[in-house]
């Protein structure tokens, strides 16, 4: 499918490093640009970074609404394969639905990854994404949900509607982590704001760990950021933890 033409801000990122790659993947509505602070910190930091762009993001939220999660998934595989190329080990990350793929991932590919960092991903499906299976037969978009920070000086590039298809596919994606969780054996670092007004379920951070199937795992709440906490103000504290888990993981 021909897309139309990207924002600027949303196009992947590429930074090359030495023989450690990290996948970091946007999320749900938004692009690129939500990562690229993270990306760069963990690039400052010597790894090699790709941040893919998911199909239907970054052009307009009309290409969204035809696509399927599994197209989502599919490109963050891919971009996966690209590092196995050129990295010895591989860690995947990402915010909001970023973080359930790279869960996916990590559960699927877990010979291939050295760890999975979640930010502020869901898990559970909230009373309203239960809703849209129902609802895009009768409504082809709602309000957006990006753009959630609690600094004012930063702001998302997001699309200001969500399709109601798009929404539903979601809750399939969310679905499928749900099964797979426990066959994530990978170190991991979940990260979670106790404030969120888009993974607005509390309980999402806590599920995570407890159906995690990896014995090493930690939780870090993110006491002063919302959803999009990558660009709020625990960023720097994403950034410098996401970093020491990384490191510690990649000795040996």
Known sequence: MTEPMVWDDARPFLFEGNSTGVLVIHGFTGCPQSLLPYGKALA???????????????????????????????????????????????????????????????????????????????????????MAPLLKTLVKTRPGV??????????????????????????????????????????????????DHVVREPANADYIMTHLGSKDKEMLWLENSYHVATLDNDMELIFEQAGRFIEKHSKG
Request: hydrophobic letters at 40%; aromatic letters at 6%.
């Open 44 to 130: 400052a930091r010597g790894y090699t970074v790709r941040g893919p762009r998911l199909p239907g993001h970054g052009t307009r939220v009309e290409d969204l609404a035809f696509r399927k999660y599994t197209e989502w998934t599919g490109e963050a595989e891919g971009a996966l394969r690209e590092l196995k190329v050129k990295c010895e080990r591989i860690f995947v990350t990402g915010l909001s639905m970023g973080g359930t793929i790279a869960l996916t991932l990590a559960a699927q590919y877990g010979d291939q990854i050295a760890g999975v960092i979640p930010i502020n991903a869901p898990a559970l499906t909230d009373p309203l994404l239960r």
């Open 146 to 195: 990006g753009s959630d920070i609690k600094n004012s000086e930063h702001k998302e590039s997001c699309y200001d509607r969500v399709p109601v298809s798009a929404a539903s596919e979601l809750t399939k994606l969310l679905k499928v982590i749900r099964a797979i969780l426990p066959r994530v054996r990978v170190p991991a670092l979940v990260m979670a704001s106790r404030e």
